[in-house]
């Protein structure tokens, strides 16, 4: 009965973690996407970067939603499966943020 409560305490951590971070790559995301626009536009041409960072912030923001819809629901059961769903979407947005971070760095590289 006590590790019960142990793990849904942890698996309650989890989700406030996982909310404040995607929150804040969500607002790294669009800062980004505003310098990129400078950058471009100076430069007179335009790349792929600014939207896979667009669709990158989408992701972020549907863990986001997701985390707090975890947090405010009441049931346990629902809880975990949604938990498992957001830890898999926010790893998930953590790739595709290393991979568009790739193909900025290569498309700047050799242009």
Known sequence: MLKEKGNAKLDEDICVHIFTASAGMVGVC??????FQVITTLRREGTLGDDLLAINAILYLMTTILSYWALRTRRQRRNHTLEKVIDMLFLAALTFTTVVAGVITWAMTFT
């Open 30 to 35: 669009i800062t980004v996407i505003g310098i």
